[in-house]
């Protein structure tokens, strides 16, 4: 089993900046790769940034491309997501998840493990 724990969220104005934190415990020796997802209210959940574990190759949705970055320690216990520019189009729980070892990077459903999400609302 692995438990995600995600930190950092709150409540930020619009143009500015949060981070995100996602410990992971348990079996996390693993090699699978982790992402973060989105939901906002009303809205289905939707795929952010996704980060490889071996080689740290990184994968963003458009819409948040040269606005935020995902990374992860040396420990390889711990993924982050650098939000910059935020907009209140990006008020949301954000998600972070850990794949089961196959299917699209890009789809929650090839993601067996999630945290309990962090909320992010940006003010305008």
């Known amino acids: 089993q692995v438990q995600l724990v995600e930190s950092g969220g709150g409540l930020v104005q619009a143009g500015g900046s949060l981070r995100l934190s996602c410990a992971a415990s348990g079996r996390t020796f693993s090699a699978n790769s982790m992402a973060w997802f989105r939901q906002a209210p009303g809205k289905e959940r939707e795929f952010v940034a996704h980060?490889?574990?071996?080689?740290?190759?990184?994968d963003y949705a458009e819409f948040v491309k040269g606005r935020f970055t995902i990374s992860r320690d040396a420990a390889k216990t711990t993924v982050y997501l650098q939000m910059n520019s935020l907009t209140v189009e990006d008020t949301a729980v954000y998600y972070c998840a850990r794949r089961s070892g196959v299917g699209d990077p890009r789809a929650s459903w090839a993601y067996a493990y999630w945290g309990q999400g962090t909320q992010v609302t940006v003010s305008s």
């Open positions: 980060i490889s574990w071996i080689g740290g190759s990184t």
